[in-house]
């Protein structure tokens, strides 16, 4: 079975770079799609981008401008960049696989960012 | 605001049957499989329903999924208090060319 961890600060200032890691076990990373999905404090749930283990990606036009995602198949691990950080983007961030038409059957137990000065 | 939307709140008491409706449009649900996803207070969200209406191996048939043109349904019988939890549904919206999720629909099993 598939297991996903989150790894990233906890705490950011404003304008700042969110980098987040997820480390996938129990599979290999070059078979499916893998995602990023937010979640701010009391609020539900915002699909952030998705990317295919040949580095094909697909993102929130609402967050395009700002984000990347990579993948690194030789450490079966995809991450996440976030540039210009604001108190908006505070939120949990959770990994997850899938993202292309289908599913998300497996998810990290989530990691809290938050953005403040 | 969500692209998909489900009611904010939903009760029942134990062993009743309730359903948490999601509407949509023909971009998502209209045209694409509808997801739902149960998250428990403070963990990580767990798919419940995929493609409409078929249930990964370990969910109870209690819990049951449909759809019909642009709106979608949860339906829970025999309800135990376990199930109290927020649900969200979500559908690949070809406008965007990505998933979307409801707002969520807490349950609370009174």
């Known amino acids: 079975q598939v297991q996903l961890q989150e790894s990233g600060p906890g705490l950011m200032k404003p304008s700042e770079t969110l980098s987040l890691t997820c480390i996938v076990s129990g599979g290999a990373i070059s078979s499916d799609y893998w995602s990023w999905i937010r979640q701010p404090p009391g609020k539900g749930l915002e699909w952030i981008g998705s990317i295919y283990y040949t580095e094909s990606t697909n993102y929130n036009p609402s967050l395009k401008s700002r984000v990347t995602i990579s993948v690194d198949t030789s450490k079966n691990q995809f991450s996440l960049k976030l540039t210009s950080v604001t108190a908006a983007d505070t939120a949990v961030y959770f990994c997850?696989?899938?993202?292309?038409?289908?599913?998300?059957?497996?998810w990290g137990q989530g990691t809290l960012v938050t953005v403040s000065s | 605001q969500s692209v998909l939307t489900q009611p904010p709140s939903a009760s029942g008491t134990p062993g009743q049957r309730v359903t948490i409706s999601c509407s949509g449009t023909r971009s998502n649900i209209g045209s694409n499989y509808v997801y739902w996803y149960q998250q428990l207070p403070g963990t990580a969200p767990k798919l419940l329903i995929y493609r409409n209406n078929q249930r990964p191996s370990g969910v109870p048939d209690r819990f049951s999924g449909s759809k019909s043109g642009t709106s979608a349904s949860l339906a829970i019988s025999g309800l135990r208090s376990e199930d109290e939890a927020d649900y969200y549904c979500?559908?690949?919206?070809?406008?965007?060319?990505?998933?979307?999720f409801g707002g969520g629909t807490k349950l609370t099993v009174l």
């Open positions: 979500a559908a690949w919206d070809d406008s965007l060319s990505g998933p979307v």
């Open positions: 997850a696989r899938g993202g292309s038409h289908t599913h998300f059957d497996s």
